[in-house]
């Protein structure tokens, strides 16, 4: 077994992003792992006449970028979520470049758990996405294996 954080514990103040551009085939997707096929995200006339006023994708693809970001960058490989607390502040359109973005706000010396602030902004700057959450991070083996792109 091998420690949780091979290079050093996270500090406080530590912080991780990862952006990407959001498409429409995230949307069909997210449909199909979830089953949400709510108008606001496929039916342009619907979406018009909302307060959006267009498309919109999906919550948890917005908010599926910080499960990259904590699993690959920050806290790093192993990590999982124990809970959030996330506020949907602006919604995220097909097109957008979204950036999640975590940081350290406390790190447990007698465990692997660490507490994040978490944001998501689209690319204009506004944040879609605002919140907290708890994760803790399990030790991973060297035999651990990339998952497929």
Not at 45 to 53: D, L, M, N, T, W
Request: net charge negative; charged share 20%; aromatic share 6%.
């Amino acid at each position: 077994m091998t420690a949780p954080w091979p290079n050093g514990a996270p500090k406080v103040g530590d912080v991780a992003e990862m952006s990407r551009t959001v498409t429409s085939s995230d949307i069909a997707a997210f449909t199909d792992i979830s089953g949400d096929r709510n108008p606001l995200h496929y039916d342009l006339q619907a979406a018009k006449s909302s307060r959006f006023g267009e498309i919109v994708v999906q919550g948890g693809v917005t908010s599926a970028i910080l499960n990259a970001v904590v699993a690959e960058k920050l806290p790093g490989p192993g990590t999982v979520f124990l809970s959030v607390n996330w506020d949907f502040k602006a919604p995220v359109r097909p097109g957008d470049i979204i950036t999640g973005r975590v940081e350290i706000t406390q790190a447990r010396a007698d465990k692997p758990i660490t507490t994040l602030r978490t944001t998501v902004t689209r690319g204009d700057g506004t944040v879609a996405l605002d919140g907290t959450a708890v994760c803790y991070t399990m030790a991973m083996g060297p035999e651990r294996s990339a998952a497929p792109e």
